[in-house]
């Protein structure tokens, strides 16, 4: 089954509402109310309960949302089920705090490849990835590496994104600041601190 008409500000909620699900799954909850997991993750409690709606009814009143069935069918939607092998390319100041990040596994991905152009950098093992040269971008499929996160300066971001398309990558978490383009099959992310930066002061109180 398809979920189409799930809106992208749903989809952009369901891995924040995974994050909390999941902790509370932890903790030994088996059950949790729209209000309890709204004060937990700063949501308001009916956009979650308008969020859900979307895929089905797992609430019971007085009791809540069932969380281990939730967990299930976000997973599902969000097709993290199976674990995602991703590639790394820039292992420069943002590349490096990347790869030691361990909370990308809790969504089933794992940086299983990094990439450089940089020689001095080729070779060197970073969290028990071993740098390579990005001639070897070629090898991703083979590899069965569908994912990747580009984190080289501006100015190599679109050759970079260029040759991850040509070695069968249908996704890109892109944190540089260049607007990439690709083909249609393919999907890219763009993350920019920066401009939430720049938003952030008008949010503030004078003085
Ligand atoms: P950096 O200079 O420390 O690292 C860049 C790395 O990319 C270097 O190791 C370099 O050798 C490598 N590189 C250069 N060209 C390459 C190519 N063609 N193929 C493979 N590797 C190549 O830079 P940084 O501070 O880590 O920043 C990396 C990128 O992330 C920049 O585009 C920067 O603007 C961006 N950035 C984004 C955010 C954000 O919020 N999204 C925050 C900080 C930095």
Redesign the pocket.
Known sequence: MRYHKIPDETIRRLPIYLRGLLFSAEQGQESISSRNLADFLGINSWQIRKDFSYFGDFGTPGVGYDIKKLIKQINKILKLRVVRRAAL???????LAILAYPGFRIYGFDIAAA????PK?IGRKIENITIED?SNLRTLKKRQINLAII????D??Q??ADALVKAGVKGILN????HITVPGKVKVIT????MDLARLPYYMPAG
């Open positions: 390319v820039g292992v420069g100041n943002l590349g990439f450089d152009i940089n950098k990005v984190t080289v300066p501006q190599a971001a050759q970079t944190f540089s600041p260049h993350i920019d601190i920066a």
